[in-house]
């Protein structure tokens, strides 16, 4: 991260400058964190009254509403594109990871969920190995392995809800090929069209699903379903602010703080207590993480061979 520059007027030393700047980086994330528990815990809750696919719906079009006043903010224009079959294909599979998002946490523990849904560094490995033939060096292969040993050790209390952790596994996966599709959007694209087209497709593909298992929503629960919406597009905010501010080593770690946010929610909310083989495995995952983040850091440091 470049040095923090001098704010006018400020007679503090740029190592007191730094410092803040960091302290910000790290509440922000924590905030996104939480954020992303109580979008978790807001789904779970209404899920148990509504079908997914009626959930999943909403989840989707309430984001629209949010996303139109950044679209109307860089104006209307912003929305032609000549890429409209990639934004189509981004749709379709962050669609299908939303739906395991969903699905996941409604059958399976929220600590449980969480923890799974921290494998998506390990599912980015293999698919920038497969789809984009990116050369994976022997630590990073060998870290990737033993991340998934700690993802046997969290799901292995959970096998009595096999499809649901099936689905929370494949939404992890899915997850890591959006990342893949973002990045090559945004060498075109702005940010307010991606989401933009994400979240209408999203609606458009949920859309005839909840029709088969409709069920009317009350208003309390319309409200619950945009206060999820709203605390998802907090929590992308508080991360963009975050990463803003301090690097990847600095803020991924404040982020594993969704596990020890989501078992206090679960167990003071849903009566979850978290078993030991979860807790152990959560570390191993995190850990994992946390070691590939240290790893990719210090390979881009690392000067190019001559």
């Known amino acids: 991260m470049e040095e923090p520059a001098r704010p006018a007027g400020t007679r503090l030393p740029l190592p007191w400058i730094a410092l803040a700047t960091n302290a910000r980086a790290i509440l922000w994330m924590l905030l ?14 209404v899920s148990r ?17 949010l996303v139109l006043p950044w679209v109307a903010w860089d ?20 669609a299908l990871s ?16 969480t923890a799974i849904s921290f494998t998506r560094p390990l599912w980015t490995t293999l ?13 990073r292969g060998m870290l990737t392995l033993v991340g998934f040993a700690g993802v046997v050790m969290v799901v292995r209390p959970a096998l009595d809800a096999q499809l649901a952790v099936l689905v929370a596994l494949l939404g992890g996966a899915v997850s ?16 307010a069209r991606i989401v933009f087209y994400f979240s209408l497709f999203g609606t458009l593909y949920a859309l005839p699903f909840a029709i088969m298992a409709w069920t009317t929503p009350s208003l309390p629960q319309l ?37 020890p946010f989501a078992a206090i929610v679960g167990f003071a909310l849903f009566s979850e207590l978290p078993n030991l083989l979860t807790i152990a495995g959560s570390v191993v995952i ?21």
């Open 32 to 45: 996104g964190a939480a954020c992303v528990v109580a979008m978790s815990a807001v789904i779970k809750h």
């Open 49 to 65: 009254e509504l079908p997914v696919a009626v959930v999943f719906l909403f989840r989707m079009a309430f984001a629209i509403p």
């Open 75 to 94: 104006g209307f224009k912003i929305l032609h594109t000549r890429r409209l079959k990639s934004h189509f294909a981004r749709g379709t599979v962050g």
């Open 98 to 113: 939303m739906w395991c998002w969903v699905f996941g946490v409604k059958y399976l523990p929220l600590t449980t969920f």
């Open 127 to 139: 698919t920038a190995w497969l789809v984009l033939r990116e050369v994976v060096g022997r630590r």
């Open 176 to 191: 890591s090929l959006t990342l893949v599709q973002v990045k090559q959007l945004a060498t075109t694209e702005p940010a």
């Open 223 to 259: 409200g619950w379903l945009a206060l999820a919406a709203i605390a998802a597009a907090s929590a992308q905010y508080c991360v963009a602010r975050a990463a803003a501010l301090g690097d990847a080593t600095l803020i991924t770690p404040v982020d594993f703080m969704q596990l």
């Open 286 to 306: 995190v850990s994992v993480v946390f070691a590939i983040v240290h790893v990719e850091r210090r390979r881009r440091m690392r000067p190019p061979s001559s």
